[in-house]
T-cell receptor, first 113, second 111 residues
Framework: EPEVTQTPSHQVTQMGQEVILRCVPISNHLYFYWYRQILGQKVEFLVSFYNNEISEKSEIFDDQFSVERPDGSNFTLKIRSTKLEDSAMYFC???????????FGEGSRLTVL | TQLLEQSPQFLSIQEGENLTVYCNSSSVFSSLQWYRQEPGEGPVLLVTVVTGGEVKKLKRLTFQFGDARKDSSLHITAAQPGDTGLYLCAGEHFGNEKLTFGTGTRLTIIP
């Protein structure tokens, strides 16, 4: 069964460093998303991406964050100058249609020290 | 900010009992989804309800969307230890792509 894959599964970084979280969405999906879940808190929307551009973003997704689809398969989330409060589980998701079923990856745990 | 409040936050019951989890909001959703999340994994979609008053069954799980499309419930009949997990509701608003997730209900079924 096709699945969304994310790497790394866990990344530890020093405050102020840049991190890139990678995702390979399901191959025939057209809509891509990043969500995050801070430990003990609810899942929060960060950004949606369609047709090689951001279609919607939340207040959390400020200039510190960026997304890119550098090739036909990867979808990346870059976090610049990481802060302690960026520590969270970051989930990538994809769907075939705009309001279609979302398939989530297993997440990338980011720990900022 | 549109909030989805789930209740109860934690629920621990004996195997074989029935339970209901609630998801409530003051805003109207175009659709509402229920997910289950295991530790260290991403949410997995259980069901999507779209029509006000809609009821969907998935084996022992029954999902209902409120008539006004502001709330939903998940009822589990004869709970099994395998039902243990974090249950999340998530709503989608008209014209928006993003999902607003609920606060979650952590369910533990005791054998």
């Amino acid at each position: 069964e096709p699945e969304v894959t994310q790497t790394p599964s866990h990344q530890v970084t020093q405050m102020g460093q840049e991190v890139i979280l990678r995702c390979v969405p399901i191959s025939n999906h057209l809509y891509f998303y990043w969500y995050r879940q801070i430990l003990g808190q609810k899942v929060e929307f960060l950004v949606s991406f369609y047709n090689n551009e951001i279609s919607e973003k939340s207040e959390i997704f400020d200039d510190q964050f960026s997304v890119e689809r550098p090739d036909g398969s990867n979808f990346t989330l870059k976090i610049r100058s990481t802060k302690l409060e960026d520590s969270a589980m970051y989930f990538c998701a994809s769907s075939r249609e705009s309001s279609g079923e979302l398939f989530f990856g297993e997440g990338s745990r980011l720990t900022v020290l | 900010t549109q909030l989805l409040e789930q209740s109860p936050q934690f629920l621990s019951i004996q195997e074989g009992e029935n339970l209901t989890v609630y998801c409530n909001s003051s805003s109207v959703f175009s659709s509402l989804q229920w997910y289950r999340q295991e530790p260290g994994e991403g949410p997995v979609l259980l069901v999507t309800v779209v029509t006000g008053g809609e009821v969907k069954k998935l084996k022992r799980l029954t999902f209902q969307f409120g008539d006004a499309r502001k709330d939903s419930s998940l009822h589990i009949t004869a709970a099994q230890p395998g039902d243990t997990g974090l249950y999340l509701c998530a709503g989608e608003h008209f014209g928006n792509e993003k999902l607003t997730f609920g606060t979650g209900t952590r369910l533990t079924i005791i054998p």
